[in-house]
Nanobody
């Protein structure tokens, strides 16, 4: 039974930084993608960063150069380091996991497991 639990959200001023964490329990699969998604009120959920089993990362253009995804295999924790935050980054942030190998973890993977989300507010 896979569980994902996010933490680290909060309120920050424009230009500030936050680091989100996602604690992962349970077995996903031998190969997998993990990603961070966000959803602002009235908008579709958007995939912003992903990482595969080998550590290859991809970031959406909207966050490239400001956000960085990483994972610690020893502690089964996924991170999203966010810098230079803007008001348009305000959203509920979710971590997610997709079993199996995918050509693109950000664009082509179907995410099966989701956390409950953590709110990030930038003002």
């Amino acid at each position: 039974h896979v569980q994902l639990v996010e933490s680290g959200g909060g309120s920050v001023q424009t230009g500030g930084s936050l680091t989100l964490s996602c604690d992962v329990s349970g077995y996903i699969s031998r190969r997998y993608c993990m990603g961070w998604w966000r959803q602002a009120p009235g908008k579709k959920r958007e995939g912003i960063a992903a990482i595969d089993t080998d550590g290859s990362v991809s970031h959406a253009e909207s966050v490239k150069g400001r956000f960085a995804i990483s994972k610690d295999n020893a502690t089964n924790t996924l991170y999203l380091q966010m810098e230079s935050l803007k008001p348009e980054d305000t959203a509920q942030y979710f971590c997610a996991a997709s079993p199996g190998s995918h050509t693109s973890c950000l664009a082509g993977a179907l995410y099966k497991y989701w956390g409950q989300g953590t709110q990030v507010t930038v003002s």
